[in-house]
């Protein structure tokens, strides 16, 4: 078997030749003007041991074969010229000349056929040849299929098909043909086949290389198809690939994602990645987030049942307890870390959960997101804000069950600190709308206060949110009449720490007979973002900011309180306008599920017993 292919590799390295054969060697499809002599075409015959043989007797036919078969129509065509002899021997070298034809017809390619005797026995299957009737060379050849391929290094490439057709498109049998390239190291190249080529055209004029691996070197190269002794030629493009293991994706927001093979069998690779439009996979399910969209990967060329593991970087910000979702067949979380902030870290097995057509095959495809968010149990309590382009206000939600505990954070006509607290609604029919109405309360400033100061008062105003997923929302707050549009996103501050385990965001306010004030903490990962809801001297809401807390032990964390000031709101805010200053600093314990928070002022020092408030 080896030495077979060894002679096919020879063979597709040189012009092709049949045993027992008449092959052209020069001027074969050369080209003759309508009315002109054309050049004699140069043959050598060959033996059955494809060496050249003297004294063969070859015989020409006198006319072109569409002539010999007598059709009728429009076609190129060759006469011999008078006087030539049709029949003519081989030399010594095998060689034959062709007899001298002259041209007539409509441009196209004449075919002439030949028999010969050798050793006694006349051969008549022999190669046709032609002369191009017209101003230029005519390639009675196509190519089929097989060229722009790209073909990982040690995979087949699919064979390279031609077909050889006259000029009304039948086929033409019996015509040698050869594949050829430069396989010289370091140049990329297609190796010696492993299937048997069609080196000479079939019954029904079709010819291929057969199936040839790629060789180990990458880039692009061109696969020449020839016809014996005819000068024009057809190109395959190949191009050979070194397997891929990284690779990026432009997401449907037009950053860049990235992702690896962490561990995979060496011959596995990436071979498709691009952003897929949402209307090619099923429904998201109920709130999940996925703000960069879904992506598609093929991973081809690995053992059957293979095993990948990979690491996705992610363009955008999550938040805690985001992971990777397939798409398809249907949406479902894969197991995932999240070891760094922006990657995320999975494995899948050909065939297994995460590959998308369920078929151990070799080639795992992918159609997954980051997703946040569990739809069977939808949150939504987290910092809410416009983004940086209104920096200064945004919406603070505590969720309790289905209850969103609302505040939302901004400024007065005169810029001072207000706030406005929705402190339960309802959900519309399809949940995605939450609603409830505003209270602007009256109290005494934070020492001060006791419950009968607290006074809820009418309400004014409405908010709305309605949710895109559990990232987004829309927010339409009606205060006094007047009634302002937003697109809210969760914002994110939080940084890792793995020693911080406790989780402490919620809702505090020191107690039944001090009612009417509240601390919000939003813990992202180990970092709290403070908000403490008061009032000032004069019985009005304001509030105090504690955004950059750091943290002692586990469960002690500290900061300095900032006041800010800004522009109007909401209508014409101006981010421009925003100011803060320090206004003293604080520290929150957490000890046996409560909240011991000290808030140091330069005028003075208080501690209160926080507890979560219960709704």
């Known amino acids: ?115 010969m005797v050798v050793d006694g026995r006349v051969i008549t299957n022999l190669p046709p040849f032609y002369w191009s009737v017209g101003p230029t060379v005519r390639l009675p050849l196509g190519i089929v299929s097989g060229s722009n391929q790209v073909v990982q290094s040690g995979f087949s490439a699919e064979p390279l098909v031609a077909r050889v057709v006259d000029d009304f498109g039948r086929p033409v049998p019996g ?24 080196l000479v055209s079939d019954a029904f004029g079709y010819v291929d290389s057969g199936v040839r691996p790629a060789n180990s070197v990458g880039g692009s190269y061109n696969v020449l198809l020839t016809m014996a ?34 561990e995979a069998p060496a011959t596995c690779s990436v071979t498709f990645i691009e952003a897929v439009n949402y209307q090619h996979v099923p429904v998201r399910p109920y ?35 985001s992971r990777i979702w397939t798409a398809r067949p249907q949406w479902r979380p894969l197991a995932t870390t999240n070891p760094i902030e922006g990657f995320w870290d999975f494995s ?26 569990d739809p069977a149990v939808p949150r939504f309590d987290d910092l809410w804000w416009v983004g940086p382009v209104e920096n200064g206000w945004g919406i603070s ?17 005169a810029g001072q600190p207000t706030w406005y607290v929705m402190p339960g609604g309802s959900w519309d ?66 940084v890792r720490e793995a020693s911080v385990t406790g989780r402490y965001g919620d809702m505090y306010y020191p107690g039944a007979s001090r009612d009417g004030w509240g601390l919000v903490l939003h813990q992202q990962f180990a970092s709290m973002f403070a908000l403490l809801f008061t009032y000032g001297t004069d019985g009005r809401p304001t509030w105090f900011a504690m955004p950059s807390i750091t943290r002692n032990q586990n469960d002690v964390f500290e900061g300095i309180v900032y006041r800010t000031t800004s522009s ?47 709704f």
């Open 1 to 115: 078997m080896k030495a077979l292919f060894a002679l096919l590799a020879a063979a597709f390295l040189a012009p092709a030749a049949l045993a027992q054969s008449l092959v052209p060697t020069s001027g074969n499809g050369a080209a003759v003007a309508s009315g002109a002599v054309a050049s004699r075409i140069q043959f050598v015959v060959r033996n059955d041991a494809n060496q050249p043989q003297a004294g063969v007797t070859v015989t020409f036919e006198p006319q072109c074969t569409y002539r010999m078969r007598g059709e009728t129509g429009p076609y190129a065509c060759v006469t011999v010229v008078p006087g030539e002899s049709l029949t003519v021997v081989s030399d010594g070298s095998g060689n034959v000349s062709s007899p001298l034809y002259q041209a007539d017809g409509p441009n196209g390619t004449a075919w002439v056929m030949a028999t």
């Open 175 to 198: 015509v040698p043909v050869s594949f050829t390239s430069s396989c010289t190291s370091p140049l990329p190249c297609l190796l010696a086949p492993t299937t048997i080529p069609r």
């Open 229 to 262: 002794g005819v000068s024009a030629n057809l190109a395959y493009s190949i191009t050979n690939v070194l397997p891929v293991r990284s690779t990026t994706v432009r997401t449907i927001t037009g950053d860049t994602a990235f992702i690896r093979m962490i």
């Open 287 to 321: 709130m999940l987030a996925t703000p960069e969209g879904v992506i598609g990967a093929t991973i081809g060329n690995c053992p059957v049942g293979a095993k990948v593991s990979f690491s996705l970087q992610h363009p955008g910000a999550m938040p805690e307890g």
């Open 348 to 373: 899948i097995t050909d065939g297994g959960e995460g590959d998308a057509d369920g078929v151990a095959n070799g080639k795992i495809e992918m159609i997954m997101a980051v997703a946040f968010g």
């Open 397 to 413: 939600i505590v969720q309790h069950g289905d209850i969103l505990f609302v505040v939302v954070f901004a400024y007065d006509a």
């Open 429 to 494: 029919a399809t949940r995605e709308t939450y609603t409830g109405r505003l209270y602007s309360p009256r109290g005494r400033p934070l020492h001060e206060h006791l419950a009968r100061d607290f006074a809820v008062g009418a309400p004014v105003g409405t908010l709305a949110l309605t949710f895109s997923d559990m990232m987004s929302a829309r927010a339409v707050l009606t205060i006094g009449g007047a009634q302002t549009l937003r697109f809210i996103e969760r914002q994110f501050f939080g």
């Open 568 to 614: 109007s709101w909401p209508a014409d805010y101006d981010p421009g306008a925003l100011q803060s200053r320090d206004a003293g600093s604080f520290r929150v314990q957490f000890i046996n599920g409560a909240a011991q928070f000290d808030l140091i002022t330069p005028t003075r020092s208080d501690r209160f017993t926080l507890s979560r408030i219960p």
